[in-house]
């Protein structure tokens, strides 16, 4: 365990440094610099700003200064925000994204696996139907219709919610509604389908002819099973809802990291680009961990040892 | 058996721990400070005007600013030696008086006695001295830092060839400023009153070269200051109360909110959320049009919209075949029934609402260059590519693209124009929608056959215009060149008569018009709403609409 | 040594003829597919659905005797009505015509997006699940990094390479820049679905009688994870049909005047503000029936396909 962790550990830091070093090199292969405009910007303003940023260096010093800098923990100056580095962005802007995910997903791990092995049970009964129904309007309305239609009919009519913009919990509500009806739908369907196959499977039957009642059976040993494909998305949904949404964070106009990480594109902000990539590969390397070590706990086939190979 | 449960409970506990935590620190710089609720002035009888800035200032140091971002909150904050009335008209601003030499080269400021930072300070020449040297600091590379090559030696100094001291302002004493030009600017006192041009507190920025990063350490000389700077959300000001004209001031603070979605920030303002807002979604602007509604205003701007067309590329070498573009194209409709926000159609490079030597404006005294004529756009084009040896089929054949930037806007304008030349001329020209750096760095390759730009003005001038098509001017990008128009552009820029040189610039602009290096679409507006209860909010053609002197009669 | 005569035989009944005879036919794996999918209704109202999208898709755009590009300004945001049948759009275009016009792109980047996801991400999860804890972990490593990449810097990266000027983002570009990492999740979950399935007993079964890996994964494992996989599937054309809406924002989706179901729902959304709500309507309600259609079809596949359900 502890050997397989401390491998999982260093293959981690190669994987994060690869990720580093084709986005950096990825970053300055495409058109575009953070200082191109449209406008009457003379050679010589735009030579200071390059100057000033380090760009006028060839591009392996600035990679080997950007890795020195990394290891230290300094994600450097953004290239477009005089006011604040990179590192003040992601304090700022991971939190505002990391909460609005958290309550995402807490409403979708409540609903959407519960959902799922109703829908399961009742297999062609009506609670599959409208599990059904809720899980398709989950994933087939867009969510920038959804986060409008929610401002344009729900926001406007309901007073103590806001129209949009941030603060307080209420403004959280919306917004992580519209956020979670994805994986609450994701996790729903995955649900009921391998709830589906779980149920057809000997040891449930052995379990049903030894006596046990049919909650527990389906708690002890159908949930526990099916929920395995749940986990497995788990690693990709968390670190997807952690990171923020461009699309929900523009349309309610919120601070977050979702936000900075397109806009930060679109700008070519490569500090902030980096930062952010840097950050959001950091996440998911750490969630694809825990699955994984989740995954060995909840399944008892599963043994993540040396043996058997 | 038990063990293994506790140890699945365990691991469900550390994934939940990761977003409590999450949650938890979240909630720290999410509320900074017990915030007022949105309904405080009614509580405490203050006037505060709420409206959206939709986007997040790179900065609020006057020297670091970079565009309407920044710049509506700085007219608010800052004022300059000049500033503008509500006609808009240039009037002193900080400063009491001036003088200009008999070269037209050298101007002496005298400034106001009882002006102020909101510190307490008083604001000198020297701090204005600072301010302009600090801006062209080669090692703060401040954008806007070409707005002061104007000065005698700015450029050499931001360009590291000149030293600070060569540069030509010069704070005689705490009450007088000298600034000596390149060469004699008519419009010098218009630039006065950019904010590039605003001081800054000598003492402050010296002792802490961060004082803009930080409310609490911001000082401003403006009839506002800086009360609080949520980033990415709010920015707050409140009322300066050592501004000289506060009298005349009746808000108590403006509200900014930071949102850059214009439906999500149209629905706060159609839901009471705001008192005033400029950037309107486009759809909304017509039908408010459609209904007469009081609340939208329709404000002057100074900035044209046009097609850059690659005048290296055969057939687009062929004066002819542009002048067919042109002229095959239906302005009116595309004002009237696609952007729909009162545009005017061009008739030339410069808009309205700049005035000429004798007061009145440039537009009108100077007449209409280009129109649409389809008969003799048919004509152009037939002779066009006949003198270039091709055929309509030939130019089809080719597969031309017009390229833009993706917005909603710029895709209707550009499938309009595509389908009046494809239906007008019979020709097929593609459309190619590209990532707005993608498009830059395109046009400055030279690897484009037309594409979209528009061109909004820094100051209150034709030139402002007309000097972005002189030969490898740095938004030149349809490459045109023509030693005359250098000429003309050249004598208007070297003199202050205001005769030659506004003789120059109408030769200039008729050169440019019969040329076209460039299709001209319309001259932009600015369309805004503002509630009825709002006052005072007036708009000049070079600035956002002015909010300073708005009062709220609820 | 008696002699076989004629009257020693009596003719067989009906009845004992057939005693010997099978009377369930055997039944293939596909045919019982086929037929127990048949005994879904609501899968076939699925199929039928997307029978019928597919076929307006491909004739819609010829029956209303507009085109998609064709621009009236005389008929500018007009109401649904006897000539338009979905009223048309800011530039007064036919909106039936540009509906049905960009089903036909929305479907045909929808599933082959979800084609390639399918068949990458099943070889790619297959392969770690079934190889040896190194290379797996090696495998999962880079799905790591590829997922990691900024997909926008990718995706601008290759509109750059591989638009050459004039012809525009080409569905190429756009489906592969749908699909290059995309494929991960898919991936990820088939692998975990092996980790778990190859210690099964049927495995180990066929493990012990000699079977190498590349049959276990092919005759064993990806029959018994199709259930969640083909789940997985059916949410990827939905994703894939928004995704293409999302690079049109970039500038990177088709390019006007055609159309995508996305791109129309986009479109639309600005009139929603102003009470044109039928301009987002129909695209909007089209793209949830595709994705109804699509999800019972893969509910009912996914039962039809499993061979532990078979009755």
Redesign the interface.
Known sequence: MKKYLLKRFVMSIITLWAIVTITFFLMHAIPGNPFAKEGKMPPVVYENLQKKYGLDKPLYQQYLIYLGNLVRGDFGESMKSRVETVNDMIERGFPVSARLGAQALVFALIFGPALGAMAALYQNKMPDYISMIVAIIGISVPSFVMGTFLIQFVAKNVSFLPIGGWGEFKHTILPSFALGLMPLATMARLMRSSMLEVLNQDYIKTAKSKGLTKFAVIMKHAVRNAILPVVSVLGITISNLLVGSFVIEKIFGIPGLGMFFVKSIGNRDYTLIMGTTVFYALILVLMLLLVDITYMLVDPRIRLTEEGH | MKSKKLLILLSLLLVVSVFVSACSSGEEPTTPEPEEPTTGEEQTGEKILRTNNSSEPGSLDPALAQGTHESWILNNLFEGLMKHDSTGQIVPGMAKEYTLSEDDLTYTFTLKDDIKWSNGDPVTAQDFEFAWKRALDPELAADYAYQLYYIKGAEAYNSGEGTVDDVAVKALDDKTLEVTLESPTAYFLDLCAFYTYYPVNKAVAEANPDWAKDPSTYVSNGPFTLESWEHNAKIKLAKNENYYDKDNIKLDGIDFDIIEDENTAWQKYEGGEYDILVTLPQAVVAQLKAENNPELQIGADVGTYYFNLNNEKKPFNNKKVRQALVYALDRQTIVDKIAQGGQIPATGIVPPGLLDENGEDYRATTGDFIGYDLEKAKTLLAEGLAEEGMTVEDFNAQGFVLLYNTSEAHKKIAQAAQEMWRTNLGIEIGLENVEFQVKLDREKAGDYDISRAGWIGDYSDPMTMLDLFYTDGPFNDAGYSNPEYDRLIDIAKSTADQKIRFDAMREAEAILMEDVPIVPVYFYTQPYAVKPYVTGVYKIPIQYPTITYADINK | MTELTKEMFERASEEQRNAEKIRRPSIKYWPDVWRRLKQNK?AMVGLVLIILITVMAIAGPMISGYTY???D?SN?NVKPNSDFWFGTD???RDLFTRTWYGARYSLLIGILAAAIDFTVGILYGGIAGVS??RVD?IM??IA??I????Y???V??M??VF?S?????SLFVIILAMTITDW??MA??VR??V??LK?AEYSLASESLGADQGWILRKHIIPNTL??I???V??TI?RAI?AE??L??????L???KSSL?SL???G????????TYQ?IFP?LL??L???SF??LG?GL??AL?P??RK
């Open positions: 609501l590009y064709e621009q300004y500018i800011e530039l007064g040896s804890r972990s999962m490593r790591e990094v997922y990691s990449i900024p926008l810097l990718v601008i990266l509109s750059v638009s000027q004039g012809s525009g983002t991960v999740p990820i979950l975990g679905q980790l778990q210690e259930g969640p083909l789940v997985n059916t949410l939905p928004f809406a999302t049109g924002f970039l500038g990177l989706g390019q006007a005047p996305g729902a986009n479109d959304l600005a009139g929603m503000a102003v009470g044109l987002i909007a793209i949830s595709i994705m109804f999800n019972v509910d996914r039962d499993d532990r359900l």
